[in-house]
C-alpha cells in the first residue's frame, strides 16, 4: 500500500480495532454473499471510501486474456480517467492526477499474484491513518481472493457452457442434413462463443468460381446478395492461405469489401471452413463499430467451430448426391427396363414370328419337293441360330456366364478380347500374382466396376490404346484400368458429381465402398486417365 498523505492526523479521523474489524465484517459478508464481481465491488467501493472518508475511488481487474486492466467500479473520477479505455492508462492518469491532494493505492491479491488494484483519494487534504493503511491492505487481500473465486466460478461456468455449445454444434452437424437449417444455428453459436455481435458464413461457389455470404448474424440481409471473386476479401484469404485470421480494424484492410466496410465491420475473426483437406468457406465472427480483442482461446474454438461446419457442408453435399444418385439409378433401372422390352419386342420376337410363320407355311404347303423342303428347313435352322447369338448377346450384356462359370479373370479376358474385335482400340489384359477365384460378391463387384470404366473408355476417352491390369496378394486386389486418352479434371464426391452426369464415377466409388475398399480416379486434361481399385480380401 503506498501513502502519499501529507499529514499525520485528521481531528475525528481516527478509528479504534473495534470499528475496523466490524467494517473488515461487514467487507467479509458482503463478498461472500455473491458471485456478481462487479456488483459486489461496486457496493464495497462504497463502503471503503466511508472508511476512509474519501469521496474519490476506483478499483481496476486485471484482464488476464487481453493482458490489460479494466476499470469495474469507480466514483467521482475526473472524466478523462474514465474515458480512456485502456485501463492501465486510466490508471497512470489518476495515479498522477494534479487535481488530487491525497491518495491511496493498493493491489488486489491472491495466491501471491496481482489481479486488481483500489485507489482511494480526494481533492482536499486528507491525512490516512497507519491503521487506515493496514485495514485497506487487509480489504484488498479479501477483495482478491473474492475476484479470483468469482473468476474461477466464472470460468468454470463459461467452459461449461462451452462444452453444451460444442456438443450442440456436433448434434446440429450429425442431426441435420440441410445447409439452410445447420448453418445458420452453427453461426448463432459461433457468435455467441465469442461474444461477438455479428456473423457471416462466406462459401466458395465452385461453379460459378466466387465467393457467396448467403448467411448473416446481425448483419444487412442484402449483404447475402454479395458476390466477389475466388481468393477476394478476408474470406478470400483465409480459403486461399487456410490460416485463422484476426483483423483489429476491418475498415483499413486492404482487402475489405465496400458493402462490409458500410456495414460498420470494425474487429473480425475469422477461420476456415475445412472438412479433412476440403475448404468449402468461411467463418467470421465480428464487432461493429467499436474494437474488439479476440483472445487465443476464442480462436481455438472458432476453429473447431470451422471444422464442424465443414462436416455439416460435407455431409449435406453428400446427401444430395446420394439423393440424386438414388432418383438417377431408378430412372436409368426404368431405361434400362424400357430398353430390354423394346429390344426383345423389336428384334428377338419379331424374328420368331417370322420364324413362326416361315414353318407354318413348311407345315401347309402341298407341293413341296424333298429338295425344296430341305432347303427350307437349311434357312430355317440358319435364321434360327442368328436369333440364339442375338439372345445369347443379349444375355452376356446383362451378366456374362462366363463370370459365374469360370471366373473373373477369364471374363475381364474375354471383355478385352471383344474389345479388340468390334472397337478401334489396342486393348490388354495383364494379371500379376497367383490366378485364382474370389468370392462370387467380389468377382462381380470388380467385373462391374471393369466393365464401367472400359464403357467410359470407349465412349468418352478417343484413347487408342486400354490396358487392365489385376494384381491379387494374399491380402487384396488391386485392378487397374488404364488408358491414353484425353482425360479430365475428375470431381470429388462433394462436387455434385450426380447432378454435373457422372453417375458411373459415383457407381464405381460405390461399388468399391460396399467391399470395404476404396477407389482413385487419376486423371489431367490431355494425360490419359487411371482407375485405381484396391479392396481387401
Given at each position: 500500500m503506498t501513502n502519499k498523505a501529507t499529514s499525520k492526523t485528521k481531528p475525528g479521523h481516527t478509528r479504534d480495532a473495534l470499528a475496523s474489524l466490524k467494517t473488515l465484517n461487514e467487507v467479509t459478508t458482503a463478498l461472500t454473499q455473491s458471485f456478481n464481481l462487479e456488483q459486489t465491488?461496486?457496493?464495497?467501493?462504497?463502503?471503503?471510501?466511508?472508511?476512509?472518508?474519501?469521496?474519490i475511488g476506483a478499483i481496476?481487474?486485471?484482464?488476464?486474456?487481453?493482458?490489460?486492466?479494466?476499470?469495474?467500479?469507480?466514483?467521482?473520477?475526473?472524466?478523462?480517467?474514465?474515458d480512456e479505455p485502456d485501463g492501465?492508462?486510466?490508471?497512470?492518469?489518476?495515479?498522477?492526477?494534479?487535481?488530487?491532494?491525497?491518495?491511496?493505492?493498493?493491489?488486489?491479491?491472491?495466491?501471491?499474484?496481482?489481479?486488481?488494484?483500489?485507489?482511494?483519494?480526494?481533492?482536499?487534504?486528507?491525512?490516512?491513518?497507519r491503521q487506515d493503511e493496514e485495514l485497506?491492505?487487509?480489504?484488498?487481500?479479501?477483495?482478491?481472493?473474492?475476484?479470483?473465486?468469482?473468476?474461477?466460478?466464472?470460468e468454470r461456468t463459461r467452459q461449461l457452457q462451452i462444452e453444451r455449445s460444442v456438443i450442440e454444434v456436433?448434434?446440429?452437424?450429425?442431426?441435420?442434413?440441410?445447409?439452410?437449417?445447420?448453418?445458420?444455428?452453427?453461426?448463432?453459436?459461433?457468435?455467441?462463443?465469442?461474444?461477438?455481435?455479428?456473423?457471416?458464413?462466406?462459401?466458395?461457389?465452385?461453379?460459378?468460381?466466387?465467393?457467396?455470404?448467403?448467411?448473416?448474424?446481425?448483419?444487412?440481409?442484402?449483404?447475402?446478395?454479395?458476390?466477389v471473386s475466388k481468393g477476394e476479401g478476408l474470406s478470400g484469404q483465409v480459403m486461399v492461405t487456410g490460416e485463422t485470421v484476426v483483423i483489429d480494424n476491418y475498415q483499413?484492410?486492404?482487402?475489405?469489401?465496400?458493402?462490409?466496410?458500410?456495414?460498420?465491420?470494425?474487429?473480425?475473426?475469422?477461420?476456415?471452413?475445412?472438412?479433412?483437406?476440403?475448404?468449402?468457406?468461411?467463418?467470421?465472427?465480428?464487432?461493429?463499430?467499436?474494437?474488439?480483442a479476440f483472445s487465443e482461446r476464442e480462436k481455438a474454438l472458432l476453429t473447431a467451430v470451422g471444422r464442424q461446419a465443414g462436416i455439416a457442408i460435407e455431409n449435406a453435399y453428400l446427401y444430395?448426391?446420394?439423393?440424386?444418385?438414388?432418383?438417377?439409378?431408378?430412372?436409368?433401372?426404368?431405361?434400362?427396363?424400357?430398353?430390354?422390352?423394346r429390344e426383345l419386342h423389336d428384334d428377338t420376337i419379331q424374328s420368331l414370328v417370322a420364324l413362326s410363320r416361315r414353318l407354318e407355311a413348311l407345315v401347309t404347303a402341298e407341293d413341296l419337293s424333298p429338295e425344296q423342303c430341305a432347303a427350307d428347313i437349311r434357312q430355317l435352322q440358319a435364321a434360327t441360330g442368328e436369333i440364339i447369338k442375338r439372345v445369347r448377346r443379349f444375355s452376356q450384356d446383362l451378366r456374362p456366364a462366363i463370370l459365374d462359370d469360370l471366373g473373373l479373370l477369364p471374363t475381364l479376358d474375354e471383355l478385352t478380347a471383344t474389345?479388340?474385335?468390334?472397337?478401334?482400340?489396342?486393348?490388354?489384359?495383364?494379371?500379376?500374382?497367383?490366378?485364382?477365384?474370389?468370392?462370387s460378391e467380389m468377382e462381380l463387384t470388380l467385373f462391374r466396376i471393369a466393365q464401367e470404366a472400359l464403357n467410359n473408355v470407349r465412349k468418352h476417352a478417343d484413347a487408342t490404346r486400354v490396358v487392365t491390369t489385376v494384381e491379387l496378394t494374399d491380402s487384396a486386389v488391386k485392378m487397374t484400368v488404364e488408358d491414353n486418352g484425353k482425360g479430365f479434371n475428375p470431381p470429388t464426391l462433394t462436387d455434385h458429381p450426380a447432378a454435373a452426369g457422372k453417375l458411373g464415377l459415383i457407381g464405381m466409388h460405390e461399388r468399391a465402398r460396399l467391399l470395404g475398399g476404396s477407389l482413385v480416379v487419376d486423371s489431367q486434361p490431355g494425360e490419359g486417365t487411371k482407375v485405381i481399385v484396391n479392396v481387401p480380401v
Open positions: 465491488l461496486d457496493e464495497i467501493l462504497d463502503r471503503v471510501l466511508d472508511v476512509v472518508g474519501v469521496r481496476y481487474l486485471l484482464e488476464k486474456e487481453r493482458q490489460g486492466l479494466s476499470l469495474v467500479a469507480q466514483r467521482n473520477l475526473p472524466p478523462e480517467v474514465v492501465l492508462k486510466s490508471s497512470r492518469m489518476l495515479a498522477r492526477h494534479e487535481d488530487l491532494q491525497c491518495k491511496l493505492a493498493g493491489p488486489l491479491r491472491s495466491k501471491g499474484e496481482i489481479n486488481g488494484l483500489l485507489f482511494v483519494g480526494d481533492r482536499r487534504s486528507c491525512p490516512i491513518l485497506l491492505d487487509t480489504i484488498c487481500n479479501t477483495m482478491g481472493v473474492f475476484a479470483e473465486n468469482v473468476r474461477l466460478y466464472q456436433t448434434e446440429e452437424v450429425t442431426s441435420e442434413l440441410e445447409l439452410d437449417r445447420v448453418l445458420p444455428k452453427v453461426m448463432e453459436i459461433a457468435v455467441d462463443l465469442a461474444r461477438a455481435e455479428g456473423g457471416v458464413i462466406a462459401l466458395l461457389d465452385e461453379e460459378r468460381n466466387v465467393i457467396r455470404y448467403p448467411y448473416l448474424h446481425h448483419l444487412p440481409p442484402e449483404l447475402a446478395d454479395v458476390t483499413t484492410y486492404p482487402k475489405a469489401i465496400p458493402a462490409f466496410v458500410e456495414a460498420g465491420l470494425k474487429s473480425v475473426l475469422t477461420v476456415p471452413i475445412v472438412s479433412g483437406e476440403r475448404t468449402f468457406g468461411a467463418l467470421s465472427v465480428l464487432s461493429i463499430g467499436e474494437a474488439e444430395e448426391n446420394m439423393r440424386f444418385y438414388a432418383r438417377q439409378i431408378t430412372q436409368a433401372q426404368e431405361s434400362e427396363r424400357r430398353r430390354i422390352a474389345m479388340n474385335r468390334h472397337d478401334s482400340l489396342q486393348a490388354e489384359f495383364r494379371v500379376k500374382g497367383e490366378e485364382r477365384r474370389l468370392s
